[in-house]
């Protein structure tokens, strides 16, 4: 099964009212129902990948829930018990890189989560997002396609702007589009000189990790298709697409 990495499943159910006793709101009422399953891979570990936000002084996992579920953007959560703290994220979190040991953590996915973006996949069918695909084990966006958390979707433009967030394309990038080149800078930077770019808006980058390349671009594979190289020669350039805010 696509998801063998629930290694525990723990469902949280219930029917959302929003009421003052639960969120401190006012007298209007709104039930919906949600279940959200927890995941044993990422137990006892803190994630900084798409996180939205993080709530202190959170009673429960239910509570976190409730929380994941009032934000729009959010698929997953964690809950640690120890410090009474909830995070929330807009993508689902398969296998994660960078994270750090947080004891007594524990991971949920609500069922908006499954097979969403960043969740774990055997095959393109796995994805459920449109225009996402299954992608080194993942489902990510498809080249050219913006990951938009606030509309759960994978976009052709962003209407409303880009985020500082990026999804990655590996190995492959685009022939004689760049708009500006800098050398002798690391990923990070790259990243951020994209983001910061004033001149105009910077959609994509390529960054090549043995040359320390980064080269700009307000174009991406839909725009330029005919342009798209994966990268059979190099094998260092990796492509990277902004996501909407």
């Known amino acids: 099964m696509v998801h063998s990495l629930v290694l525990q499943t723990v469902f949280i159910s219930y029917c959302y009212i929003l009421i003052q006793i639960l969120l401190c709101g006012n007298n209007a009422s709104e039930i919906r129902s949600e279940s959200s399953s927890r995941r044993g891979n ?9 996180l939205l936000e993080t709530r202190h002084g959170v009673e429960s996992a239910i509570y976190c829930s409730i929380l994941c579920l009032d934000s729009n953007p959010c698929v997953s959560f964690f809950y640690s018990p120890l410090s009474s703290e909830c995070r929330l994220h807009s993508i689902t979190l398969g296998k994660v890189s960078g994270a750090v040991t947080d004891i007594g953590s ?3 996915v609500s069922q908006r989560g499954i097979g969403y973006i960043g969740d774990t996949c055997r095959n393109h069918s796995d994805c459920v997002t449109g225009n996402s695909e299954c992608r080194s084990g993942h489902c990510w966006c498809g080249a050219g396609y913006s990951f938009n958390p ?19 394309y590996s190995r492959h990038f685009l022939h004689q589009n760049n708009r500006v080149e800098h050398v002798n800078v690391t990923l990070d930077q790259c990243r951020e000189l994209c983001t910061s770019e004033a001149a105009f808006t910077c959609k994509t980058f390529e960054y090549g990790y ?8 307000e174009v991406t594979y839909l725009d330029v298709p005919g342009s798209w190289y994966e990268d059979k020669y190099y094998f260092e350039f990796d492509y990277y697409q902004r996501d909407c805010l």
Do not use: H, P, T
Not at 210 to 217: A, M, R
């Open 42 to 50: 990422l137990s006892n570990l803190l994630v900084k990948d798409r």
């Open 106 to 108: 524990q991971y949920f």
């Open 150 to 168: 606030r509309l759960k979707s994978c976009d052709a433009n962003c209407s409303l702007g880009y985020s500082d967030q990026y999804m990655l």
């Open 210 to 217: 043995l040359s320390e390349k980064c080269s700009l671009q």
